[in-house]
T-cell receptor
Framework: NAGVTQTPKFRILKIGQSMTLQCAQDMNHNYMYWYRQDPGMGLKLIYYSVGAGITDKGEVPNGYNVSRSTTEDFPLRLELAAPSQTSVYFC?????????????FGNGTRLTVT | SQELEQSPQSLIVQEGKNLTINCTSSKTLYGLYWYKQKYGEGLIFLMMLQKGGEEKSHEKITAKLDEKKQQSSLHITASQPSHAGIYLCGADNSGTYKYIFGTGTRLKVLA
């Protein structure tokens, strides 16, 4: 059972480039989340999804886009990368929402924008 | 919106010592989670607390949620180097399905 899988693990982008961070889970979870973690900081919610076809903004959505065409996949798209997007990105999923079940995290994607 | 504040921000203890990490919410908690993150890795779920006054233990780690459901504490007894890492509390933001996290507590245990 793989859990939550994120690819790639590392990436260096030049300013203005675009990329997609992949996230897949095999636990049949409806709820999926994208967070970013800056050095010495906690996690900030970028986008989340409560099911296929449904997405919503979190605390820091600017500069990012998401889609949720299947239950398993929740890719995060960065358009026109900026140095401020240098961070570690975590994808997570949960069986239920509403404070009723824990989040399962991937191992993260470390992104550097130069 | 709801915010989670953790204290202390960092902690260095000698192996064998006890320690406590606190997490305070600006609003009533619907569910409070504790996670541990090893440096450079993802978060690992430790415990979930839902009811006021609830207390849970796993090995040498005990977590409590106060009666008013606005503060939680994580207590480690007889700390070991394996306890080192970043501890984060997380919660559902006022029942909106937007999980939020505290800023984390960095723990270092000296052998």
């Amino acid at each position: 059972n793989a859990g939550v899988t994120q690819t790639p693990k590392f990436r260096i982008l030049k300013i203005g480039q675009s990329m997609t961070l992949q996230c897949a889970q095999d636990m049949n979870h409806n709820y999926m989340y994208w967070y970013r973690q800056d050095p010495g900081m906690g996690l900030k919610l970028i986008y989340y999804s409560v099911g296929a076809g449904i997405t919503d903004k979190g605390e820091v959505p600017n500069g990012y886009n998401v889609s949720r065409s299947t239950t398993e996949d929740f890719p995060l798209r960065l358009e026109l990368a900026a140095p401020s997007q240098t961070s570690v990105y975590f994808c997570a999923s949960s069986y239920r929402g509403g404070g009723d079940s824990p989040l399962h995290f991937g191992n993260g994607t470390r992104l550097t924008v130069t | 919106s709801q915010e989670l504040e953790q204290s202390p921000q960092s902690l260095i203890v000698q192996e064998g010592k006890n320690l406590t990490i606190n997490c305070t919410s600006s609003k009533t908690l619907y569910g409070l989670y504790w996670y541990k993150q090893k440096y450079g890795e993802g978060l690992i779920f430790l415990m979930m607390l839902q009811k006021g006054g609830e207390e849970k233990s796993h090995e040498k780690i005990t977590a409590k949620l106060d009666e008013k459901k606005q503060q939680s504490s994580l207590h480690i007894t007889a700390s070991q180097p394996s306890h080192a890492g970043i501890y984060l509390c997380g919660a559902d933001n006022s029942g909106t399905y937007k999980y939020i996290f505290g800023t984390g507590t960095r723990l270092k245990v000296l052998a």
